[in-house]
């Protein structure tokens, strides 16, 4: 193509040759690189015949092109002189176009560089694929300068038994709140703004797990029914950050945010998806990866005939899957990993459908080449690392099957709390299994206590205040005629579906909410808590609000008393867990002399029996947590989910000792108490939580 006169600074405007500098190119980095004096441009492509450099001015309207120069391993490249900071580009690759079998090589798709580092505009969705895309509609990618400058700023060093997950969206959290300038709203410069780093602070939370700001985009369906992909779980691009949560710059706008978020010691863990991207299956569009080399960069399913390049392997649901056996698909992975820790200062990952990512040729493998990578790195080895340990394809729920430094989201104690707290009988024994750690999954000899991310909520799913006011979803408003979403929430209304006036409800429901909360911080793991569960957020009953980017999914913020006190009454349970080192940090271990001593009871006031555990009946237990040393922490839990009061007898105490209570979910007003036990008999009323801790007799 021509060359017009152009918008950015180049040597030389009118000499097309001045700029092309082949044998300065290089293969390595792969993407935009620059330097003093210009960019250099490389990218992998195998199978195609040719690969063109397409540079576009401030309209998005293509000025030049460039051939690149091939190289070994199906690397092209090429140097240009002149090149700046902001400076649009794509690629065109030329070759066979036989969807059929797995080409769709096609010099007139403009395709987004899979190692860029910003996208000029936030890329929308078509209702319809086409072969040939307009390039009006696909983003360009952007060449960026990676300086700034972050003031000395560290990353937290946050002890992983202290550790409280925080999960939020980066534009749900901040897009209803008042107190955040307008502007900010619904940004990355408002999840850093003071007003929300003081509700971190006061929360106690340490650490931010940030749903996808990968540059993604919605799925033609939701286009069509006027919906979009809100929590962005579709990317596009592993490497640019999603402009729509940006005012002007996206690159730097985040990393202020982390700069911010950091120097308040508050850690940023990204949840990331690289199982699938948006180009999905075969009807799906060509916008990067599909256009550079699909035979090699998704998975296909065999037939005795061969691979059947018609029907990409879908596990993870959204019509394709990432081939991570692929060697350049793997270090694309690390490569964007690696980013996101040195030059955007992230503290760790939470991996979206992480199962999909050790899929080798015979499935998961715990040594998968993902797996021996990761923990060789010098970087990514040394950063948090959270794996949803399931995905939909064979063989796909690996609960406790991922390797001894990775944490694991435990949906076993999800549902094990649900359950026992709604009122089903028959838990105890699991429900202490799940309070210690559930070593049923992760072996005490081979796990740390902190590898059990604990739950009630999460962003998939009933927020806790539906949980306790829906019995059943109401998913309406996703266009799907109320099928999607999960059916068995273990929820409970108390008597009504949804928001009712009636005073007895709310009473019991705020309860409940107390209850779950307080389990969950009592319990050996990661905590991980659903942003806005601490004053009261609802989504009227839906569980699956992927597609409502509106007030169904954004945080209100206008609370009433009640919210006031639960949002006090958290802040108390995650306050009292810091603590405290056994509710973090238990020590089990028979052949320790400094292990702690656990002792289960009955809450009559025996110690469990065989018979015990096996109660069908059963709702209620305690548990004493005690510490070796006679001068150290001694705790008394008494969980009561029947809807009946009982009669509790608290252990017995050397004569210089007292037994004091710290909590009770009974009280009306939601706070913490703080009162001797006056004699060993006490009540555990319907519902309800309590929890003593010895002192000294002539202390409180």
């Known amino acids: 193509m ?5 918008e950015i600074e180049i040597a030389n405007p009118h000499s097309q040759q001045s700029l092309f500098s082949a044998s300065k190119g290089q293969c390595f980095p792969l993407g935009a690189t620059l330097d003093e004096q210009g960019c250099n441009f490389a990218v992998h492509s195998q199978g195609g015949t040719s690969v063109e450099l397409c540079l576009f001015d401030k309209h998005e309207k293509q000025i030049a092109s460039y051939p690149l120069t091939s190289s070994h391993s199906h690397l092209w490249h090429v140097y240009l002189t002149g090149i700046k900071a902001g400076q649009a580009y794509g690629y065109r690759v030329d070759g066979e176009f036989k969807p059929a079998n797995g080409l769709f090589f096609n010099k007139n798709n403009l395709l987004i560089d899979p190692y860029a580092k910003a996208l000029s505009k936030v890329q929308h969705s078509f209702v319809q694929a086409q072969s040939d895309l307009d390039d009006n509609f696909v983003a ?19 002890n992983a038994q202290e550790r409280i997950l925080y999960e939020l969206h980066a534009k749900g959290f901040t897009q209803s709140n008042t107190k955040i300038p307008l502007a900010m709203r619904g940004k990355y410069l408002g999840l850093s703004h003071p007003e929300s780093i003081k509700h971190y602070q006061s929360l106690g939370v340490t650490s931010l797990q940030i749903m996808p700001v990968f540059s993604f985009m919605s799925e033609p369906r939701l286009s069509g029914l006027s919906l979009t992909n809100y929590w962005g779980y579709n990317p596009i691009n592993f490497f640019s950050p999603e402009r729509r949560y940006s005012q002007y710059d996206a690159v730097n706008e985040f990393k202020t945010m982390v700069k911010e978020l950091h120097a308040a010691n508050i850690e940023v ?3 990331v998806v690289f199982n699938h991207t948006a180009e999905s299956g075969k009807d799906g569009l ?4 599909k256009g550079l080399d699909n035979r090699h960069y998704y998975c296909f399913e065999s037939t005795k005939q061969g691979v059947d390049f018609q029907r990409y392997s879908n596990h993870s649901g959204c019509g394709n899957t990432v081939n991570l056996d692929f060697a350049w698909s793997l270090k694309i992975t690390l490569d964007s990993l690696r980013y996101w820790v040195t030059e955007m200062q992230v503290d760790g990952f939470r991996f979206d459908l992480a199962v999909t990512l050790a899929r080798e040729a015979k499935g998961f493998t715990e040594h998968s080449a993902f797996f021996k990578t990761l923990m060789q790195d010098p970087v990514l080895s040394q950063v948090v690392l959270i794996a949803e340990p399931w995905d939909i394809g064979p063989g796909g729920y690996r609960l406790g099957a991922f390797p001894e430094q990775w944490k694991e989201c435990n949906d076993r104690y999800r549902d094990t709390m649900r359950s026992f707290w709604r009122g089903d009988t028959g838990k105890v024994s699991e429900v202490a299994t799940r ?13 740390s206590n902190s590898t059990s991310v604990n739950y009630i909520c999460y962003h998939d799913g009933f927020t806790l205040d539906d949980l306790v006011s829906f019995q059943e979803r109401h998913n309406q408003a996703n266009g799907e005629n109320n099928r999607d979403g999960h059916g068995h929430n273990l929820s409970a209304n108390y008597g009504f579906e949804g928001p009712t006036e009636d005073e007895r409800i709310n009473r019991l429901r705020q309860q409940q909410k107390r209850n779950m909360i307080a ?18 957020n609802h989504q009227s009953g839906n569980n699956n609000a992927y597609c409502q980017d509106n007030q169904i999914s954004w945080i209100n913020w206008d609370t009433s008393e009640d919210d006031q006190a639960l949002l006090a009454f958290t802040s108390k349970m995650i306050a009292l867990r810091a603590e405290s080192r056994l509710f973090g940090d238990l020590i089990l271990d028979d052949h320790n002399p400094e292990s702690d001593i656990v002792a289960w009871y009955h809450p009559d006031g025996y110690l469990m029996e ?15 947590l005690k510490e070796a040393s006679e001068e150290g922490e001694h705790w008394y839990l008494i969980l009561n989910a029947s809807t009946y009061q009982i009669a509790c007898e608290l252990p017995k105490l050397a004569t210089t000792k ?8 009974s009280c009306a007003t939601g706070e913490l108490v703080d009162q001797n036990a006056e004699e060993a008999s006490v009540h555990a009323k319907a519902h309800s939580t309590l929890l003593f801790k010895v002192v000294n007799s002539s202390k409180k």
Request: net charge negative; proline share 4%.
């Open 286 to 289: 060509i916008l990067s990866f």
């Open 269 to 271: 863990i990204l949840d």
């Open 2 to 6: 021509a060359k017009h006169n152009i």
């Open 610 to 624: 065989e018979v015990d555990w096996h109660a069908t009946n059963s709702q209620a237990i305690a548990l004493s």
């Open 519 to 536: 389990t969950l911080f009592l319990s050996q793991g990661t905590p991980h808590f659903l942003s806005g569960d601490e004053m009261g």
């Open 435 to 447: 309070l210690l750690g559930s070593h049923d999954f992760f072996p005490a000899k081979y796990r």
């Open 140 to 158: 360009k990618s952007l060449v960026v300068d990676d300086s700034f400058d972050w003031q000395g700023t560290e990353k937290p060093n946050i």
């Open 658 to 665: 007292t037994w004091c209570k710290v909590l009770d979910t």
